[in-house]
């Protein structure tokens, strides 16, 4: 059950919404919590109940531990517990993640004949073992308070269904106290317009710019995949089509989760911010995936020594996280290859940075509009030409890809024609040009209550005009699932 699936927008969800509002007049706050709980849970399953068992195991053996933890004075059985429920929690990360993975190279190098284990990934498993591990560590350090939450918080915490399935990855100082307050009347009603706004735009970008350049990515990156050659001009297409497809794609489902959130009064966190708007390396993470990026650093960066250890560690350590922020994505070397270039474009960058300092040009390069023109033209090449090994299904199709785009080998000349070029030229535009939806969302909050009336017709204009464009474009647009649902 896709957020784009007839039976969620026009059973499930208004079900849900129709469940909740009556609780809000008629029940208890945990009742509501419980409700939700119960309808997340019922999403969830929608998708394979085999997996539900797994995700209520990891949540209650998750929440035992963090009790323990909490419980405990300090010293080593805290420490040997922390160390206990992140085993457990990669461990069971890496038996559906990677075993198949590790079997495969095994056998490649070794010949040692193991079996492929043939297991099938549980959806969501990588989004909700990170979040439980950050609450694991912060109740080890001392973030949380003991007994600060109950069962069911918890619970809803982890399920809450508008995040559930791809994130955002929520941390639970900015989620959990919303459990406990209840927005006033005005507030809630503002919170529910402001997200059939996001949800609305979200679903514009899905449908009508993600799955409208998804052919032509997915023709080009086939036939490199096949063993077939292309042109320049098709394998730039085919790239840049993805470029723009997985941004939309994801940052469509972002906006659509935060959206869902504001319906039941639970305000989730920005996970884009124009990304290809960035000036160098480092802003394209602090705008791309924002909640992986701060899991990233707070949990792997900061705790492996972040850039307290000399310049030498500190390339090490972004290195690293990038590396391991790759593998995290999937079992392939395709995405150990993504995570090694962003973590050499980040060391380059900062040598670029340090060697500016030294000559006394850095706050040149940052005021020049030249300057930042060209830190942009290099930071979204860079993102482009590590997209191509993201994309590719094998590693050979990658760099089949890469000579291409390079080098212009002949091969096959396809999807360069001019709805093609339209299409790229528009997605391009609003990517660069547009305001993002955190911008019109801050847009929105700015107004107030009084003067939001008259505003309504504008919001309500972009809200009605972008779910239009979404319904046209689910009449004649083939949908494809959310990139992001297979990591």
């Given at each position: 059950m896709l957020f784009t699936d007839p039976i969620f927008l026009f059973k499930f969800l208004p079900v849900v919404i129709a469940g909740f509002a009556v609780l809000l007049f008629a029940g208890t706050r945990i009742s509501r919590h419980v409700f939700l709980i119960g309808a997340s849970?019922?999403?969830?399953?929608?998708f394979k109940v085999e997996y539900l068992a797994l995700l209520l195991g990891s949540i209650v053996v998750n929440y035992a531990i963090a009790r323990e933890i909490l419980k405990a004075p300090g010293g080593r059985r805290q420490k040997h517990l922390l160390i206990l429920g992140i085993v457990l929690n990669l461990g069971l990360l890496g038996v559906y993640k990677y075993l198949g993975f590790f079997a495969f190279n095994l056998n490649a190098l070794f010949a040692v004949g193991l079996p492929d284990p043939g297991l099938l990934l549980p959806l969501a498993i990588s989004f909700f073992t990170f979040q439980q591990i950050s609450y694991l560590c912060d109740a080890y350090t001392g973030k949380i308070e003991a007994k600060a939450h109950t069962p069911v918080e918890y619970?809803?915490?982890?399920?809450?269904?508008?995040?559930l399935i791809a994130g955002p990855i929520v941390h639970h100082s900015e989620m959990m106290p919303q459990f406990r307050t209840s927005p006033v009347f005005q507030a809630r009603c503002k919170m529910f317009c402001e997200g059939l706004m996001l949800f609305a735009l979200g679903l514009f970008k899905k449908l009508v710019i993600a799955d409208s350049l998804a052919p032509y990515a997915d023709l080009v990156f086939n036939t490199v995949d096949a063993g077939q050659a292309v042109d320049m001009a098709t394998a730039w297409t085919g790239t840049l089509a993805y470029t723009f497809q997985i941004y939309f794609d994801f940052s469509g489902y972002s906006d659509m989760a935060i959206g869902l959130g504001l319906l039941f009064g639970i305000r989730l966190p920005w996970n884009f911010n124009s990304p290809y708007k960035a000036e160098n390396i480092s802003e394209f993470w602090r705008r791309w995936h924002m909640t992986l990026s701060r899991w990233l650093r707070d949990y792997l960066y900061i705790p492996l020594g972040?850039?307290?250890k000399g310049k030498v560690r500190q390339y090490a350590n972004n290195f690293t996280t990038m590396l391991l922020g790759g593998l995290w994505h999937g079992a392939h070397w395709n995405f150990v290859i993504w995570g090694a270039l962003h973590g050499l474009y980040l060391i380059i960058n900062q040598l670029f940075r340090a060697g500016a300092a030294r000559v006394g040009i850095l706050e040149m390069t940052e005021r020049f509009a030249a300057f930042r023109f060209a830190g942009w033209g290099f930071?979204?090449?860079?993102?482009?030409?590590?997209?191509?090994?993201?994309?590719?299904?094998?590693t050979d199709g990658a760099f089949s890809m890469l000579g291409a785009m390079l080098w212009g080998l002949p091969g096959l000349s396809i999807v360069t024609d001019m709805q093609t070029s339209t299409l790229l030229l528009a997605a391009a535009a609003i990517a660069f040009l547009a305001p993002n939806t955190k911008q019109l969302s801050e847009a929105f909050n700015r107004t107030?209550?009084?003067?939001?009336?008259?505003?309504?017709?504008?919001?309500?204009?972009?809200?009605?005009?972008?779910?239009?464009?979404?319904?046209?474009?689910?009449?004649?647009?083939?949908q494809s699932p959310f990139l992001y649902f297979n990591f």
């Open positions: 849970l019922v999403f969830y399953s929608w619970g809803l915490f982890v399920t809450f269904f508008p995040q972040g850039n307290r930071t979204f090449l860079g993102t482009v030409v590590a997209w191509v090994f993201f994309r590719a299904t094998t107030s209550w009084s003067a939001l009336w008259t505003r309504a017709l504008v919001y309500g204009g972009l809200t009605g005009t972008a779910s239009a464009g979404a319904y046209l474009a689910s009449l004649s647009v083939a």
